[in-house]
């Protein structure tokens, strides 16, 4: 057999948890032939991989980058961070259905990047997807809000039958498409209008494709049981498997909860329910900044909800809501992270309380104000986590890696603003500071739950695991290097020590550098 690429003398953590072994790897075309310890053979490559871990590349099981690989095939910010498949479609967004104001405010947020979506259904999207090129693989869920928006706009109500029957129309549609499950922003609008009832239905239809139902919960603070709880009854009801999106403790009144969340879960999980989670290694998280007002603010669509904010007796009934659930130490924690006007780029890094101050307006009015000359598109860092409860839930086996994130690049089109840094460093961030540093996960667990676990979760085909047969996607690192570089502040600097990336069995990163192809497929689930 004439082999394509050996690596050589490498240290093998397959993804399943196994201790690691020393083997050589033999790949031909885009799958991994054999492993043994010495393969005596020739191949066209050779990579030398003394003193490296080799591993499956990662899964980034919990992506955003719905949209912009379109603009950057290249996928630089996630391939240089070792993954070579993102599952994107996450916290109720996805690229398709894109139907009426849905379509409208997309196509006005992604002009800037040049992209025009073209399609409508999830099958033109696919059909778009397949022409286009990509460094890594993509899979992807349908979002619960672009199914509710596409029927229902953004009306505060719950649906009458025959939407209810429209809606689960557009969600077999996707999932007959090739989509690995559906995806709910229990937070955002219209998903916040959404109750259990509907999103159970939909679950329903989910469960019969044998997909699986990531949420962004209703709230991951004051009412975090209350949300978890909600999550479980949608999949005890539908049958579902659950992925609790970016799990976490909000606000420093909420992090002593970890303990009751704990038992939650691993109660639902002794009763059976198929429930794990993912997370990101920052106690940061990245939002939009009118995430804080009360969701019947945005009940209409944007119009209305820069209406509403204009409005002063409006304004005081806001006041009053968010005082009842946020103190002065809310504003502290939220630091602006991109703004579109010019004339506000200064606020841009800096924190509420700071600005306010700066301003001469209370904490409130300067959100308020910022909303409406920004077109409600504010998006923020919100430092509302903590280091312990972190560890804590990353050290948690049913708990993966996930960046929350969308691909970003250092040049180009996608070198703006500052976005989280976890687009550029989560993998090697939980490599670096959580194995090597801190020693709370062995590479081991660590991989597993960056490979093996998602893969198998999501329903991937031959993905996530170092062994024959399987698709080589295969990452290897240099364990003495292995490091994040992005940052809050500089946040557009790739990883350092992931010396190869292998896509399809195709070498991709080489000695640390994208060599520009571009051999990543588009994942469909049922071919
Ligand atoms: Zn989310």
């Known amino acids: 057999m004439n082999i394509d690429v050996i690596i050589k003398n490498g240290t093998v953590i397959d993804g399943t948890g196994m201790r690691r072994r020393t083997t050589d790897i033999a790949i031909k075309d885009d799958k991994i032939v054999f492993m043994n310890q010495h393969i005596p053979q020739n191949a066209a490559t050779i990579i030398e991989a003394q003193e490296m871990i080799v591993a499956p590349g990662f899964i980034d099981i919990h992506s955003h980058s719905d949209f912009l690989w379109l603009a950057r095939p290249e996928s630089d910010s996630k391939i240089r961070d070792g993954v070579t498949t993102e599952i994107c479609g996450n916290c109720g967004l996805s690229a398709f259905p894109l139907r009426g104001k849905l379509l409208e405010r997309r196509s006005q947020g992604l002009a800037k990047y040049g992209i025009v979506p073209t399609w409508q259904s999830a099958t ?23 199914i509710r928006a596409c029927t229902l706009e953004y009306e505060n109500r719950q649906p009458h039958p025959h939407e209810l029957t429209h809606m689960g129309s557009d969600l077999e549609e996707a999932m007959e498409a090739g989509a690995f499950g559906m995806s709910s922003g229990l937070i955002y609008p219209p998903g916040c209008y959404a109750n259990l009832h509907e999103v159970a239905e939909m679950c329903k239809v989910v469960a019969k494709y044998d997909g699986f139902y990531a949420t962004h919960i209703r709230n991951e603070g004051n009412t975090l049981a209350e949300a978890l709880t909600e999550a479980i009854e949608i999949s005890k009801h539908s049958g579902v498997s659950l992925q609790v999106s970016h799990l976490k403790t909000s606000g420093r009144k909420n992090w002593h909860k970890i303990k009751d969340i704990k038992m939650m879960i691993d109660r639902a999980r002794d009763e059976g329910v198929d429930l794990t989670c993912d997370r990101y290694p920052y106690i940061a998280a990245a939002t939009d900044l009118d995430v804080i007002l009360p969701p019947w603010i945005y009940e209409g669509g944007t119009e209305k909800e820069i209406q509403r904010l204009k409005d002063q007796n409006t304004r005081k009934l806001i006041t009053k809501e968010i005082s009842q659930e946020h103190d002065d130490a809310t504003w502290h924690e939220i630091m602006i992270s991109s703004v579109c006007n010019d004339k506000n780029k200064w606020m841009e890094g800096k924190r509420i309380s700071e600005i306010a101050v700066l301003l001469d307006k209370p904490p409130l009015e300067t959100i308020f104000d910022l909303l409406i000359e920004e077109d409600t598109r504010v998006d923020i860092f919100l430092f509302s986590m903590c280091k312990e409860n972190l560890e804590t839930i990353l050290g948690w086996d049913f708990v993966f890696v996930g960046s929350d994130s969308s691909l970003r690049a250092n040049q180009g089109i996608l070198h703006s603003g500052k976005p989280h840094p976890r687009s550029y460093g989560t993998f090697s ?15 081991e667990k660590a ?8 893969a198998e979760k999501a329903g991937l085909d031959r993905r996530g695991l ?27 600097q790739y990883s350092e020590g992931i010396e190869y990336v292998l896509v399809n069995g195709k070498i991709t990163i080489a000695g640390g550098k994208h060599n520009g192809a571009t051999h990543g497929r588009i994942l469909r689930k049922y071919r």
Do not use: W
Request: proline share 4%; glycine share 6%.
């Open 429 to 443: 961030r939980v490599l670096r500071k959580f194995c090597l540093e801190r020693q709370l996960l062995s590479e």
């Open 447 to 454: 991989i597993q739950k960056m490979t093996g676990l998602p």
């Open 466 to 492: 170092i062994k024959e047969g399987y698709f080589a996607d295969i990452t290897i690192i240099n364990p003495k290097k292995v490091t994040d570089k992005s940052t809050f502040t500089e946040p557009h």
């Open 124 to 146: 033109g999207f696919y059909d778009t997807a397949e022409k286009a090129k990509s460094s890594i693989n993509r899979a992807f869920l349908v979002g619960h809000g672009n």
